[in-house]
């Protein structure tokens, strides 16, 4: 049995993708124009507001300048008391929102549009059964009634236990419906543990230039103030800085199209 396992784990990493530069040399083109045929709109599941707009303002820049509607649906709203900490954790909670709107409407996004769930941050929130309903039952009620026809959710594999659990129950809503679902790296291109890694012949790569947007995303970024400086002497509270975000000012954004999502583990 171990050697079975060995084996298996051998082929895992012999097939792997080689990271970053194989990702951007291998990516083809994101049809914009596929994405909006039949009218049909685009919704982003998000675990924190930070994600959508470092990894997806370039694509979503393009998608709403190609009058696609675009709606988002945040799980957690990016802040979370922490036990020893005395930040107020409703009002923190409340400028992390407002921060978030004013990203998304320099990106084009209506308010209306935008839909916060207001999980904790904890694993806690992220493994209860009724989260998992609560969540399922909101996505599905969107893709419903506002025709989606593509959804976009945090890579299956992303190093980051929120980002993997919001793909998990993205998923599983949309697994009755005839939808297009890609994913985007989020931590992914920090690290370079290959399991972390798509593996051969796993998902189609896909770019998108940042071009003339480039400058919208940055100014979607700099919307979030509060992540520049620490936040009533909060030293837990997560903070951008510029390395943090340089590999998200390349030229590209980059996506994976789920392959055989049906049987996606």
Known sequence: MVKNNLSAMETHV???????????????????SELCKNNQSTLFIVPHP??????????????????????????????????????DFVK???????????ACLKLGIRRNKIFFMHLGQRRSWFSKIKTEIDVKKHLQKIITKKAVGTVFLPWRRDPHFEHVQTFLIGQKAIKD????????????????????????????????????????KLKAIGAFESKTKILDNNTDAFILKKHDISYYLKTHEYFFKTKNQDRVT
């Open 14 to 32: 012999k097939e792997q993708v080689a990271p970053r530069k194989i990702i951007e040399q291998s990516a083809t083109p994101l049809v914009i």
């Open 50 to 87: 930070n994600d959508l707009i470092l990894s997806c303002s370039g694509l979503i820049a393009h998608l709403i300048q190609n009058k696609s509607n675009v709606y988002v649906t945040f799980l957690t709203s990016g802040f979370d008391i922490r036990s020893d900490s005395t930040t």
């Open 177 to 216: 419906h005839k939808i297009t679902m890609f994913e985007f790296p989020i931590l992914l291109w920090e690290t370079d543990h290959q399991e972390y890694w798509p593996i051969d012949n796993e998902v189609d790569i896909k770019a998108i230039p940042l071009g003339d947007y480039y400058d919208t």
């Open 92 to 102: 923190n909670r409340k400028q992390r929102e407002r921060e978030t709107l004013r």
